[in-house]
């Protein structure tokens, strides 16, 4: 800020050498450039992911341990006490005094003086109801998992938690397929919304800071294949299974029929647990998932197109001749 002050200073006493009409419709384009990059992050994921769950990552390689990495060094401080004055006085494993005579061990205290290595990875972690963590089986899985991520079920977009049940369902239809919800909200909160909203697939627990390290958005959707993390989406970009294929929720709605009195019998008998019906491949929807930007890409595609426009502006302000603000 001195600089800034020196400049500041002397602000008057150089003469003006551009056109300000230009200068000032540079400035303000900035600024506009700027506002309209923050907001498009903040309505959609960002579009530099720095956070440990970028698309790309291997969670399995993020979560461990070098084993050449160094780990935490510690201190540790004994605090002996004096017999002859009654004073206490702090030493180290190397220097404290072995007379046990004239010194009294009182205490020890371990500190922290140096941070080992930390894997970017380290606090992944799904819970189902009984406590079990299904991690392992998730970065296991050949297959696709979809884990839709919301840190607070009350500030989360009903409309996004509706359409999520579609998802849900196509578990039905696709065998290479796993449908997720994990919330960080107690289980109070999670049963009342999800009865108000009449959500049909059940809650996973997570802990909401590493939730807000996966995705941001309020939900967010993250599709897994292998423990590599394929995509990631927020709400408003995530589509849609008719967006998806027209033909998936009709698909949906015959594997919803009621079964039969035989298929019933089956299912008590405890010959099968359920259906997977498998009349088609997730794998083949992957390609155009990954690629549907939707509102960012809308989005984007305006923001693109204002800066076009005021950079043409900006050649055409080159022409005006100087006018005086």
């Known amino acids: 800020m001195v600089f800034v002050l020196i400049l500041f200073s002397g602000r ?75 004073r206490e006085q702090e030493f180290s494993l190397a220097d404290y005094p072995k007379d046990t005579i004239q010194w009294k061990f009182v205490s020890s205290d371990s500190k922290l003086i140096k941070k080992g290595y930390a894997p970017p990875i380290h606090d992944f972690a799904i819970m189902d109801e009984y406590g079990n963590n299904l991690v392992e089986g998730i970065l296991a899985d050949p297959d696709y998992t979809l884990l839709m991520i919301t840190k607070d079920m009350e500030k989360a977009n009903p409309q996004a938690l509706e359409q999520a049940g579609q998802w849900s369902d196509l578990e039905l239809l696709a065998d290479d397929f796993t449908f997720m919800a994990v919330s960080a909200s107690t289980t109070e909160a999670v049963q009342a919304i999800s009865s108000s909203l009449g959500l049909p697939y059940p809650f996973l627990a997570g802990d909401e800071i590493m939730l807000k390290t996966m995705v941001r958005s309020n939900p967010g959707f993250m599709l897994i294949s292998d423990g590599i993390v394929l995509e990631k989406w927020g709400f408003r970009d995530f589509p849609s299974l008719s967006e998806l294929d027209p033909t998936l929720l009709e698909k949906l709605e015959n594997a919803a029929a009621p079964i039969s009195e035989e298929e019933q019998l089956l299912m008590e008998a405890g010959v099968y647990e359920g259906f997977s019906f498998g009349i088609l491949e997730f794998s083949s929807y992957v390609p155009d998932l990954i690629y549907k930007k939707g509102a960012s890409a809308i989005e984007k595609g305006v923001i693109i197109s204002f800066i076009l426009g005021i950079g043409v502006l900006i050649a055409l302000a080159g022409l005006i001749s100087p006018i005086e603000l």
């Open 12 to 86: 008057k006493k150089e003469k003006g050498s551009g056109q300000p009409a230009r200068e000032w419709l540079i400035l303000s384009v900035a600024y506009a450039g700027l506002i309209l990059f923050s907001l498009w992050n903040y309505r959609h994921l960002p579009m530099l992911d720095f956070r440990p769950y970028d698309v790309g990552t291997v969670i399995k390689e993020a979560m461990e341990i070098p084993d050449d990495a160094p780990g935490d060094e510690y201190e540790t401080i004994l605090v002996y006490k004096n017999l002859d004055d009654g």
